[in-house]
């Protein structure tokens, strides 16, 4: 049973515009959700996070918004560049520190 | 600088022999893990340590074992038992906070033939 749910496997954008992934989680007893960006035959490096008491965290033109009651988080990223051209991951942190992640979804921009 | 080291980055071995992946840390983290990653799956737990001489299986353990005898060393080995072994490795380590998750390494890619 997938706990954590990245629906979409891909996006794409252009650049400059804004980029938003999504999140959807069923265990209720997740108190920290992380996003992750990897480049392949990388490690994942953290890349902006929020506690469950928050409902939006912002870093630079990274924001997090996180919506309790449905289960679900976003990742909004504005402006969006080639850069950030990757695979995300949306990780919950469960009982004894661990995470949970979901499959990823494939980023890319265009210039 | 602190960090993870993976070795080898890639790995080839013959079906029906045991492999080790290495794992070390030098950030002085308490806990550690092992993910794999395959295509279209994400990452999957397979073992976690929270500290020296302990550790406790994760989602997809079958075929696997794993040893925590130092601090900075949590290496995994693939076993013939284990099914689908051709995959990405990853390790990563965390702080007693655990606010910012963990740290990872750069992966192992295994291949058996």
């Known amino acids: 049973d997938q706990q954590v749910k990245q629906n979409s496997p891909s996006l794409s954008v252009q650049e400059g515009r804004i980029s938003i992934l999504n999140c959807d989680y069923t265990n209720s007893m997740f108190d920290y959700f992380l996003w992750y960006k990897k480049y392949p035959a990388e490690g994942p490096t953290f890349l902006i996070s929020i506690s469950s008491i928050k409902d939006k965290n912002e870093d630079g033109r990274f924001t997090v918004f996180l919506n309790k009651s449905a289960k679900h988080l976003s990742l909004h990223i504005v402006p969006s560049q080639p850069g950030d051209s990757a695979v995300y991951f949306c990780a919950a942190r469960g009982s004894n520190y661990k995470l949970t992640f979901g499959k990823g979804t494939l980023l890319t921009v265009n210039p | 600088d602190g960090g993870i080291t993976q070795s080898p980055k890639y790995l080839f071995r013959k079906e029906g022999q045991n492999v080790t992946l290495s794992c070390e840390q030098n950030l002085n983290h308490d806990a550690m893990y092992w993910y794999r990653q395959d295509p279209g799956q994400g990452l999957r737990l397979i073992y976690y340590?929270?500290?020296?001489?302990?550790?406790q299986k994760g989602d997809i353990a079958e075929g696997y074992s794993v040893s925590r005898e130092k601090k900075e060393s949590f290496p995994l080995t693939v076993t013939s038992a284990q099914k689908n072994p051709t995959a990405f490795y990853l390790c990563?380590?965390?702080?007693?906070?655990?606010?910012?998750?963990?740290?990872f390494g750069s992966g192992t890619r295994l291949t058996v033939v």
């Open positions: 340590s929270q500290i020296v001489n302990d550790f």
């Open positions: 990563a380590s965390r702080d007693y906070r655990g606010q910012d998750g963990y740290t």
